[in-house]
């Protein structure tokens, strides 16, 4: 019962991931592209999180931790492009 | 067999969250509200999944880096929030017809510095329809 209801949740969050790339590939300004990244970004975290429990390896949290950081240091680093001209 | 049920209604309420931030995402008409949709719901179904992942995981090293991974999420998701709305403030994205804000300080000082200077050019292309 468990196993089915997660692999519905992860079609359903790789469905509801295609539909932020529709966002992020039609939006009008810069910023709604990032906004549609960091949903992307959320619900792959997610979907890493749930193939960790149906696969039974948990090592798996791991790389969610550092997708997570990874995804939070790219984002700044976009914005501040976007704000200041340089990052650095 | 209670703590499935228990962790079903957590994943699938974390789920209906995150379809209502998609849902949100894709419908609201300016980068503000979307901005908006997108806090609120992602950090909403985010906590919920990863309770769900601890009612059903049982081990406390995982139940660790799930709850550090919870953390790290609900402080993330506001800083990256109020940044992109800084940033969207600051370079001029227009907003939709009809909001209004008050006491506009940026908008005035900008005004005050065109009409000093120069014609500034515009920035941002969007037309937040």
Do not use: W
Not at chain 2, 21 to 46: S, W
């Amino acid at each position: 019962m468990m196993t089915t209801l997660m692999y519905s949740a992860v079609v359903g969050l790789i469905i509801i991931s295609l539909f932020s790339i529709a966002r992020a590939y039609s939006g009008p300004t810069v910023l709604d592209r990032v906004v549609a990244m960091n949903v992307i970004t959320t619900n792959v975290v997610m979907i890493i999180l749930i193939f960790a429990y149906i696969d039974k390896s948990y090592y798996y949290i791991d790389v969610a931790f550092v997708f997570v950081l990874g995804a939070f240091i790219g984002t700044l680093c976009i914005l501040k492009l976007l704000r200041e001209g340089h990052i650095i | 067999m209670i703590l499935q049920i228990i962790a079903a209604f957590f994943l699938m309420g974390g789920f209906f969250f995150l379809v209502v931030g998609v849902v949100g995402l894709l419908r609201l008409p300016d980068v503000y509200t979307r901005m908006h949709a997108m806090g609120k719901c992602d950090t909403l179904g985010t906590g919920m999944v990863l309770i769900a992942l601890m009612l059903l995981i049982g081990d406390i090293t995982n139940i660790t880096k799930l709850v550090l991974i919870g953390a790290m999420i609900a402080t993330i998701n506001p800083v990256i929030t109020h940044v992109i709305a800084k940033t969207a403030y600051n370079r001029g994205t227009p907003m939709v017809e009809g909001s209004f804000l008050i006491n506009d300080y940026v908008a005035s000082q900008r005004r005050r510095r065109r009409s000093q200077i120069e014609p500034a050019t515009v920035k941002e292309g969007g037309e937040g329809s």
